[in-house]
């Protein structure tokens, strides 16, 4: 489906105006599309076929509870890295059992918790997380089911910030160290040593690097395997990009086929494992954008600028990986004169911007969508300039819904105190 489309001249997201909805909730905005975020996960989880698998969505990319609900009813897993992201997926309805704990720095309290509620695995980055989960654990007089997340060094060629399987990078346990690691686990008790897992980046734009990365983590089950060690999870991450501009992704059923044959060469050895994938930019990417209006044109020497009331405190992608979405006018059939701006938004940093040397037709007052915005857009916005957050709306056919009320400046200043007279 193509969730975001125009008719007469105006963008629609699914059946609804964004210019109706633009009058009714105000700008800015996040707008989703349920159908979309719906068809996608489904892509992934129908390309499994008879597998035993699981699709886990990383939580991180869009964790508004509307979006972990939709997901939730369909069945979806979800791949977590916070108590927070926790309680969301509870909240929204997601079984404890289909979550998988990731993250480099899980406290002592968020160990608890998971076991208390019983999540489904431990994706565990280092040796010290280990142990100190163990006796989490074993203090609970609970066993807590592990996988080990190894970082299988292959490069996925995407931005550096978002490159997390190589050698140099904060994630997971040199794939060299994790059979000795294996092998000692196994003498702790409160420990269940379910899988393997791995996640090398995201936005990646070619297959290549998962099956790379496959061939690796399964080189190690296998070793495990002969030293008696039997892994029935396989976890192989996220990272699948989605098109910005020109970038040409594969499609996620083309991935997890791709990844299954892999696997199927590889040998009957591996065939019973259950199989989990954690997909998150890939899943709510293109299923949303950031509605935002034109508040002034202001013409320069160098630079023309268009100043929009969404900013980089909505939408830091642009400004913390200079990253590039598409912008258009909702309304494409205004009469306006074409000039090349930077779109920028009101914060007092050089770095708000949410596009630069942009091609638009567009005067003061005009709505503008930054497309491709569902994914790690609201999850990373803040009040930066004691800007309230923006609304979130899910489109749902010709409904939509607030699933996220704008933010007013009370709800900034009510945590906050002054000190005694
Ligand atoms: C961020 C992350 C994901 C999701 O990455 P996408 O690029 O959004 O698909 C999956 N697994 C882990 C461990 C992550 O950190």
């Given at each position: 489906m193509e969730p975001f489309y125009y008719k007469d001249g105006i963008l629609f997201a699914e059946e609804v105006s964004l210019t109706d909805l633009a009058m009714q909730v105000g700008t800015p905005c996040y707008v989703y599309s349920r159908g979309a975020i719906e068809e996608a996960w489904r892509s992934y989880d129908e390309?499994?076929?008879?597998?035993?698998?699981l699709v886990c969505?990383?939580?991180?990319?869009n964790s508004n509870v509307a979006v972990l609900n939709i997901l939730a009813r369909m069945g979806s897993g979800f791949d977590i890295v916070s108590m927070g992201e926790l309680e969301r997926v509870l909240r929204a309805?997601?079984?404890?059992?289909n979550i998988v704990f990731s993250g480099v720095g899980k406290t002592e309290a968020e160990m608890r918790r998971a076991l208390e509620v019983g999540i489904g695995c431990f994706n565990v980055e280092s040796e010290q997380e280990l142990y100190r989960l163990a006796d989490v654990a074993a203090d609970m007089g609970m066993v807590a089911p592990v996988s080990l997340r190894v970082n299988?060094?292959?490069?996925?060629?995407?931005h550096p910030y978002i490159?997390?399987?190589?050698?140099?990078?904060?994630?997971?346990?040199p794939i060299d160290h994790a059979g000795a690691i294996y092998e000692h686990a196994r003498?702790?008790?409160?420990?269940?040593?379910r899988g393997i897992a791995s996640h090398i980046g995201?936005?990646?734009?070619?297959?290549d690097p998962f099956i790379d990365a496959l061939e690796r983590v399964l080189a190690l089950v296998g070793e495990l395997s002969d030293a008696g060690i039997e892994l029935k999870w396989l976890d192989l991450g996220g990272g699948l990009g989605v098109r910005y501009y020109d970038e040409q992704p594969p499609e996620p059923s083309r991935l997890v086929v791709s990844l299954m044959d892999r696997l199927q060469e590889?040998?009957?050895?591996?065939?019973?494992m259950r199989v989990i994938i954690e997909p998150g930019r890939s899943i709510v990417g293109n299923a949303g954008v950031l509605l935002t209006r034109a508040e002034y044109i202001k013409p320069g020497e160098i630079k023309s600028f268009v100043v929009v009331d969404a900013a980089m405190n909505d939408l830091m992608r642009p400004a913390l990986y200079d990253a590039w979405q598409d912008i258009v006018p909702v309304n494409k059939d205004l009469e306006r004169e074409t000039g090349v701006y930077?779109?920028?938004?009101?914060?007092?940093?050089?770095?708000?911007?949410?596009?630069?040397d942009r091609e638009l037709s567009v005067a003061s007052g005009d709505l503008l969508a930054v497309m491709?915005?569902?994914?790690?857009g609201a999850v990373m916005s803040s009040n930066y300039n004691t800007r309230p957050r923006a609304a979130e709306i899910m489109v749902d056919g010709n409904q939509f819904h607030i699933i996220r009320r704008r933010e007013t400046v009370d709800d900034l200043l009510a945590p906050e105190s002054v000190l005694p007279a």
């Open positions: 390309a499994f076929g008879g597998r035993d698998h969505f990383a939580v991180k990319a309805g997601g079984k404890a059992e299988p060094d292959v490069d996925p060629k995407t490159s997390t399987g190589l050698k140099a990078s904060k994630f997971g346990i003498s702790l008790g409160s420990i269940e040593l995201s936005q990646l734009t070619s297959i590889m040998g009957s050895r591996y065939q019973r930077d779109v920028v938004g009101p914060v007092c940093e050089s770095g708000d911007f949410l596009g630069h491709s915005a569902g994914a790690y």
